[in-house]
């Protein structure tokens, strides 16, 4: 029995399955929105802002001019109220070497901006303001007429609003994410109800209705697609155990029929104290002994759900029924895939092809060969021999119990009718075909494949 004490618990509700993955799903979306949202609307802002500081540049810029000594001079300043009162958080700064013109916001105070590099436009940046304020700047190199040396100009701006601007709305989409997150989370479990719960009832209630007989089998015309494969293979199960039950009473109600006559001669004999009373026994016994191992495999319908590998079993029974037919110099040959498995009992696999390798020795002249492969997903196995084979007009009474065709050949008749039920019990079928010129081959289709 396998050891599952380190083995992780699972998730056993499939409804909560559907909710955690959905859960996590909509989690995981609901922040991707929210993040990529705020990713936008900080880009839209912050590129909105460098717009009006391009456009207060260009303000500026347009005031410089030459001072007739090829040194720069501001023409005038510009009328922008918000770069008169002091400190106010706007800003523009004309530079060039030994001469500095500054917005009257700046009072006695600074802007702190490395020199942008000439030739490469405009240049964003962030920056502390005189008081502290959180600033983003913008500075081009300028060549201005008549001016020899290149004339810096510089325009900053606050930016602390904008960024609580962008901060507020993060919070505002992280809370709108999480309210679709909580909506489609309620939505997914509301699904998750409606979806699986009336399949599942309904499935529930057609089996406890087949466990009191008033069904056969599982409706399943109008069942969702992903669960009708569990009704069909519940079907499936069902057909089985059908096949089965009808296999053990039959077996039953022939062994019992086989019993009676046999248990008759020997009570009549007992009763007329016959002579030949111990000889009576003996014959009637074995009659009996023979029935009863003709149904003993009625009794195995419980192992009928595992995996037999095929190759040891066939590699078995030709190495044994060699020894049996030794003096005879018969030659059987195995070729069957190791990977091939029946899917069903062992013993069912040694009996079928017991039966089936120790019919062809008493017939084959040489050799007998075991073949297996794969057709269609059905295990099929063949046993040829190269004796003289059956009449195709006999081979419906060869299945019949207790047929044999010769007399003079050891068994009781029962071996291919073995055969015949065990492959029907599976849902096999067992084909026979006689081989030209000589020879016979017994062919069967299984449950089974690559393991």
Known sequence: MPDHADTPPRIQ???????????????????????VLGAAFERALLDAFDRRLETDLLTVAGQVTSDGDRRARMRAEPLDSRYVRVFSGHYWMVSEP???????????GALTVPAPEPGAGIQFRSTDGPLGQQLRSASQVLRV?????????????????????????????????????????????VQAR?????????????????????LSRLDTATLPSE???????????????????????????????ALKTPLAVLLAGAERREPTLPALVSEQVKRMQSSVDRHL???????????????PVADALCQLLARVHDGRGLQLESRVDPSLTF??????????????????????????????????????????DDGPGIPESQFESVLGRGARLDQRKPGSGL?????????????????????????????????????
């Open 13 to 35: 509700s499939l409804r909560l399955r559907v909710v955690v993955s959905g859960l996590a799903g909509v989690l995981v979306s609901a922040l991707t929105v929210a993040l």
């Open 227 to 257: 669960i009708r494969p569990l009704a069909d293979e519940l079907n499936a199960l069902l057909d089985h155990q059908g096949r089965m039950l009808a296999r053990a009473r039959s077996s039953a109600g022939d062994l019992a029929h």
């Open 145 to 189: 007429g008549g001016v020899t040396e290149p004339v810096v100009v510089t325009v900053a701006s606050e930016v602390a609003g904008t960024l609580a601007d962008i901060r507020r709305f993060r919070l505002l989409a992280g809370l709108a994410g999480a309210a679709v997150a909580a909506a489609l989370l309620l939505l997914i479990l």
């Open 98 to 108: 030994g001469r500095t013109y500054q917005s009257r916001s700046l009072w006695d």
């Open 297 to 311: 495999g009625a009794a195995a319908l419980g192992s009928r759900h595992g995996r037999t590998p095929v190759r």
């Open 194 to 214: 409606y979806a699986l719960g009336p399949p599942l009832r309904r499935i529930t209630d057609e089996l406890e209705l087949l466990r009191r007989g008033a």
């Open 343 to 384: 899917h069903g009992d062992r013993a069912d696999l040694e009996d079928i092809l017991g039966n089936l390798i120790e019919n062809a020795c008493k017939w084959a002249e040489t050799r007998v060969v075991v073949e297996a492969d794969v057709d269609d997903g059905r295990l099929v196995i063949g046993v040829e």
């Open 415 to 451: 071996g291919l009718a073995i055969v015949d039920d065990l492959a029907r019990s599976y849902g096999g079928t067992l084909t026979l075909r006689r081989l030209d010129p000589r020879g016979f081959r017994a062919s069967l289709t299984l449950p089974g494949g690559p393991s």
